[in-house]
C-alpha cells in the first residue's frame, strides 16, 4: 500500500501569523491520524517560520504514527535530530530567502559530506532519507552514501501541470517514472512530494515503486473548506483508485 505522510508545517505558519497557541500542529496531527494518514511530516527550518523546537518535542510525546523529520544538513538540526530520534528524518536544501523547499539536493556534488552527515543518524536509528530531483547521477550517489530512502522531487510536474504544460508534464513524469525504478532496483525505499494537489496526485500515486507520498500544503489549504479529515480522505481515496486502476 502506498502510505500517505500529512505534512503540517502550515498549520504552524497560520499559527504564527498571530503569534497565538493556535490553530496547533499536534492537534492537526492526531486528526490526521483519525483521518488515515499514514505518518506526520515537519519541516524544522533553521528561520522556524512555521514549526519550532517545542512542536517537535510535542509532536515525539503526543503521536503515535510515526515523524519524519525534515531538515537542512547542519550541525543543529543534526544535534536536534539525535536529541529526539523521530522515525525517520529526510535531509533537504534549505534557502533562507525561499518560499518553499526549490530544488533537490545535490548529493552528488557533496557525497562525502553527506555521507559523514547521515552516518550519526543511520546509527541512531532513524530512516535517513534523502529530498533529490530524480535526476540518476543523484540517485546513485543516494545509495552509494547508505541513505535508506530517497523522496523525489515532485515540484517541477506540479508546476508544469498547472501551467498547463502538457508536453513537458508528461516528460517531466517521465523522468520520476524513470527515477523510481533506478533507485527500487538499488534497493533504496522510494518516497515522492512537493506541490501535489488532487489533481496531480493520480499518476504519481500510479508509479508502482513508490511506498509514500508526503503531502502538505494543498491539504491544509482544502481543510479550510472541507476541514482536515474529509481532505485528507479524498486525498487518500484519488491515491487508493491511482493504485487500483
Ligand atoms: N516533501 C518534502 C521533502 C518537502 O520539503 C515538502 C515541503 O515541506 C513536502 C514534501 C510537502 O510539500 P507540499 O507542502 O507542497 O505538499
Redesign the pocket.
Known sequence: MLRLGV?I?HVATVRNARGTPWPDPLRAALLAEAAGADGI?A?LREDRRHISDTDIARLMDGLRLPLNL?MAATAEMQAIALRHRPHAV?I?PEKREER??EGGLDVAGEEARLGDFIAPLRAAGCRVSL?IGHDRRQIEAAARIGAAVV?LHTGAYCDLDTEGRTADCAAELDGLCAGAALAASLGLEVHA????TFDTVGPVAAIPELAEL?????LIAESIFTGLGPAIGEMRARMDAARQG
Open positions: 505534512n508545517d511530516t519541516h525534515e529526510c533537504v518553499t523547499t529530498f523522496e512530494g512537493h506541490g501535489l508526503n503531502i502538505g500544503h494543498f
